[in-house]
């Protein structure tokens, strides 16, 4: 069964920085997008940051300059730098996959995992 288990989650004040990880871990065949969302303040998850099996990435304007998103070859460990983090950054952080599991069906499945609380303080 495939799982996406992240971790680095935690508390700090403005300006700190965190790095958030997420790990793949069940038989697959290959995973085609990994991204990060977090839940905004209508418990929408909007998109943060994904990265695609080329390595492309792309990083919502919100974030960009101080988030980055990068992982291994096969995208089974992707992790979110959080640089210079803010206030309104505060959320609950979830790990998403576009991956084909192993076995006869080649159509990729969208995986979530459990989400990481990030709180940043004033």
């Known amino acids: 069964q495939v799982q996406l288990v992240e971790s680095g989650g935690g508390s700090v004040q403005a300006g700190e920085s965190l790095k958030l990880s997420c790990v793949v871990s069940?038989?697959?065949?290959?995973?085609?997008?990994m991204a990060w969302y977090r839940q905004n303040s209508k418990n929408q998850r909007e998109l943060v940051a994904d990265?695609?099996?080329?390595?492309?990435?792309t990083v919502d304007d919100s974030v960009k300059g101080r988030f980055s998103i990068g992982g291994d070859a096969p995208l089974r460990t992707v992790y979110l730098q959080m640089n210079n983090l803010e206030p309104e950054d505060s959320s609950i952080y979830y790990c998403?996959?576009?991956?084909?599991?192993?076995?006869?069906?080649?159509?990729?499945?969208?995986?979530w995992g459990q989400g990481t609380q990030v709180s940043v303080s004033a």
């Open positions: 998403n996959g576009g991956i084909i599991p192993y076995g006869i069906d080649t159509r990729t499945v969208d995986y």
């Open positions: 990265i695609i099996r080329t390595g492309a990435t």
């Open positions: 069940g038989a697959i065949r290959s995973i085609n997008r």
